[in-house]
């Protein structure tokens, strides 16, 4: 259930697995401040079926349950994943939600340029040898 971002500048992606009260906290966080934007849910692996919730009038998500994967040697699934999702929000911007996080207010600023990325300051570099290992094993699956 749901509804389509045709017409909203932010939709956000909210992959969540067996959390039940954070990703509730979560979405109403997300209502009181984006309460027309496009939310999707993906249940990555887990057995809860939140899509009963998503056609609630104050949730109002889409949702889908997938096939959990383990995305930490070859990214291209949750690449692709965060891709397919971007086409079904069709929003300018996609905000990227966990289930440890709040939405604390709306954006003050538009943005002029897309906001995140994967770009990672925060954890220490690989050394050459485990990003050639790394690689090599992407390359094989």
Known sequence: GGTSGATSAFGF???VYMQI???LRVLRSVRKFYPDSPVHVLQDGGT??????CD?????????AVTGENSRWNPHSWMYRFYE???KLGTDY???L???VLVRRRHRVEPKHDAGGIYDNFNPAMKAATVY???RLGRER
């Not at 809860?48 to 919730?53: A, E, K, L, Y």
């Open 13 to 15: 992606y909210f992959p």
């Open 21 to 23: 009260s954070s990703t």
């Open 48 to 53: 809860i079926d939140f899509g009963r919730i």
């Open 56 to 64: 609630l009038p104050q949730y109002k998500c889409t949702f889908e």
């Open 85 to 87: 999702v971007a086409k």
């Open 94 to 96: 996609i905000i990227y």
């Open 98 to 100: 966990e289930p440890d």
């Open 133 to 135: 290992y790394v690689e």
